[in-house]
């Protein structure tokens, strides 16, 4: 699966409950930037660049996919560069937690 396949995916595998009331604009800077816009317990994938996110991922197209498959520990990509991100550090946080890895697999 591709980074932007993942992506356009990511709307059927968002937990409202753990997306709660965010309301924010996540930028990925990937080969092909791409931003996703949450609110109200929904997810919306857009294609180029947002106008000013809330949060930007600068993160290669492979890892982005390993990240949200399970395979990249956030942390561990955080702390070794390959994952930079700017913005509300909070959201950062909790943006992988938001979505059910099983649904995202190329499986289901």
Do not use: C, W
């Amino acid at each position: 699966m591709t980074a932007k396949e993942l992506l356009f995916r990511m709307p059927d595998a968002l937990d409202p409950v753990a997306a709660g009331d965010t309301k924010a604009v996540v930028q990925y800077e990937l080969s092909e930037p791409m931003h996703q816009v949450l609110e109200g317990g929904t997810v919306r994938t857009v294609e180029g660049r947002a106008e000013s996110p809330d949060l930007t991922v600068r993160i290669s197209d492979e890892d982005l996919v390993a990240l949200f498959a399970g395979r990249l520990n956030p942390m561990m990509a955080f702390m070794s560069g390959r994952v930079r991100v700017s913005g509300d550090m909070a959201l950062a946080q909790r943006l992988v937690g938001m979505f059910d890895q099983d649904k995202l697999a190329p499986s289901a």
